[in-house]
């Protein structure tokens, strides 16, 4: 399965690329990468949002962390799971730059 998955964007579709380019997956390694890519271009949205507001935000309970750092650092712990669950080589996809990594 090469195709690349309807509604990624850039960085989804480029590690899609990285990924397809070298291994050749079954169905669940395919739909493992998917979700990984989908990840990533939420990523990359929750690191716009930051850049654009800053990292914190004035809330009725003072200055806290903008939601979208607290989300950003939930999402890269699910995509390195997602990529451990995958089993790629360490380095496979080394090229692909997150903009929030």
């Given at each position: 399965m090469t195709t690349t998955p309807r509604g990624l964007?850039?960085?989804g579709?480029?590690?899609w690329r990285s990924v397809?380019?070298?291994f050749d997956l079954d169905d669940h390694e395919a739909m493992l990468l998917r979700e990984a890519c989908r990840t990533v271009d939420q990523?990359?949205?929750l690191?716009?949002?930051v850049d654009?507001?800053?990292a914190?935000?004035?809330s009725s309970q003072g200055v806290r962390v903008?939601?979208?750092v607290v989300e950003a650092r939930q999402q890269r712990l699910v995509l390195a799971k997602i990529m451990s669950a995958l089993g790629l080589p360490k380095g496979v996809v080394g090229e692909v730059e997150v903009a929030a990594s």
């Amino acid at each position: 399965m090469t195709t690349t998955p309807r509604g990624l964007r850039a960085a989804g579709k480029r590690l899609w690329r990285s990924v397809t380019r070298d291994f050749d997956l079954d169905d669940h390694e395919a739909m493992l990468l998917r979700e990984a890519c989908r990840t990533v271009d939420q990523l990359d949205d929750l690191q716009a949002e930051v850049d654009a507001n800053g990292a914190v935000v004035e809330s009725s309970q003072g200055v806290r962390v903008h939601p979208a750092v607290v989300e950003a650092r939930q999402q890269r712990l699910v995509l390195a799971k997602i990529m451990s669950a995958l089993g790629l080589p360490k380095g496979v996809v080394g090229e692909v730059e997150v903009a929030a990594s």
